[in-house]
């Protein structure tokens, strides 16, 4: 049983807590900006502007024109790389293809599953067979790139990569 000394405080914390709690404003969620892009090499790129990393793997179209990719070579983590410069290689049953990097920067991560599972890149292109994430040091790199739209026009037009 509660003394009644003890009653005015408690009424006193009590009365505190909810004002408090009724003046609180309401916490405020952070909200990524994750926007796609493509680059006319047939990458894209989803890039995180929280952190900067890009998630960059080859897309439908690109997969489709491949054929069964069987084997991927990508670079070490920590590998620096050059928009529009070679970083890797796509082997499928049609032919080998080299990829590109979209945007500058240093390689923060690979898709090690891609090693005992190329095929995610055919059944899974933008998504699971994702091929590295990349620490992006010039975001202004990304802006450069084709919307979704624009790769759509770009691909119905028949135009190769440049």
Avoid at 8 to 32: E, G, K
Avoid at 41 to 62: C, K, L, M, P, R
């Amino acid at each position: 049983m509660i003394s009644s000394a003890l009653r005015p405080a408690l009424r006193a914390v009590a009365s505190t807590s909810r004002a408090s709690l009724l003046l609180r404003p309401a916490p405020q969620q952070l909200r990524t900006l994750v926007t796609k892009k493509y680059a006319k090499s047939h990458e894209w790129i989803s890039f995180d502007d929280q952190t900067n990393i890009g998630t960059v793997g080859i897309s439908d179209y690109a997969q489709n024109k491949l054929g069964d990719v069987v084997f991927v070579e990508l670079p070490s983590v920590d590998t620096a790389v050059e928009s529009g410069d070679e970083f890797g290689a796509v082997e499928s049953v049609k032919a080998a293809s080299d990829i590109y990097a979209p945007v500058s920067g240093d390689v923060h991560e690979i898709n090690e599953g891609l090693a005992d599972k190329p095929t995610l890149i055919n059944t899974s292109p933008e998504d699971e067979g994702w091929l590295v994430k990349i620490k992006v040091t010039d975001s202004k790199e990304f802006e450069d790139l084709l919307s979704v739209e624009q790769y759509k026009t770009f691909c119905e037009s028949g135009a190769e990569s440049s």
